[in-house]
């Protein structure tokens, strides 16, 4: 089945830097990436996503890169913000569709003043 | 719109107690979800419902029951809680009208400890 790694497992920024996590999965099928921030004591929520037949895609500070020959891809936070401290998950699509996710297991982003 | 909202926040039960962690969607959602989270190992599927009357396994749904008899509410059923479901549970919803690429959103989570 489908396995995803994500690293690094713990980040931490000067304020105004660059952040980058980096998530690879082994399932070809996949053709979808969402990536989630969780802030603490609530729920994921999606803050950019790629699919399979786009290389890059970017919203404001934030972008996401996918390779799809080496199954890989890559979350890009800019000029970060002690806001975007929080914990990121990557996942990949997997099932009839891709209607289902398997998750990375997180990186805790640390954003310091 | 409440979004997806999961009741208790927190629960503790005793080893071999039942219970059912309640999920509710108000944005007619076809697809539905059930997620644990143990630390270091992200989010993992438990069970799944693609409509009303229809629920499938994920990645780890022993131990666990489901049931979608509305679109509205996909109820998580612990027959006899175990040490090892001592985890934060969420609940996600999305609408499967353009595919499913759309956005997932996720409730605030239930807290379950077993002793």
């Known amino acids: 089945g489908e396995n995803v790694e994500q690293h690094p497992s713990t980040l931490s920024v000067q304020e105004g830097d660059s952040a980058v996590i980096k998530c690879t999965y082994s399932d070809s099928a996949s053709n979808y990436f969402p990536w989630y921030k969780q802030e603490l004591g609530k729920g994921p929520q999606l803050i950019i996503d790629?699919?399979?037949?786009?290389g890059e895609k970017k919203d404001q500070r934030i972008a996401v890169t996918l390779n799809k020959t080496a199954k890989h891809f890559s979350l890009h936070i800019t000029e970060t913000q002690p806001e975007d401290s929080a914990v990121y998950f990557c996942a990949a699509s997997i099932g009839v569709g891709g209607q289902n996710f398997v998750f990375g297991p997180g990186t805790r982003l640390s954003v310091l003043p | 719109n409440a979004g997806v909202t999961q009741t208790p926040k927190f629960q503790v039960l005793k080893t071999g107690q039942s219970m059912t962690l309640q999920c509710a969607q108000d944005?007619?959602?076809?697809?539905m979800s059930w997620y644990r989270q143990d630390p270091g190992m992200g989010l993992r599927l438990i069970h799944y419902?693609?409509?009303?009357?229809?629920?499938d396994q994920g990645e780890v749904p022993n131990g666990y029951n489901v049931s979608r008899s509305t679109t509205e509410d996909f109820p998580l059923r612990l027959l006899s809680a175990a040490p090892s479901q001592t985890s934060v549970y969420f609940c996600?919803?999305?609408?499967?009208?353009?595919?499913?690429?759309?956005?997932?959103?996720f409730g605030p989570g239930t807290r379950l400890t077993v002793l």
């Open positions: 419902s693609v409509g009303a009357g229809i629920t």
């Open positions: 996600a919803s999305r609408t499967l009208a353009g595919g499913y690429t759309d956005t997932q959103y």
């Open positions: 944005m007619n959602h076809e697809y």
């Open positions: 790629i699919r399979s037949n786009v």
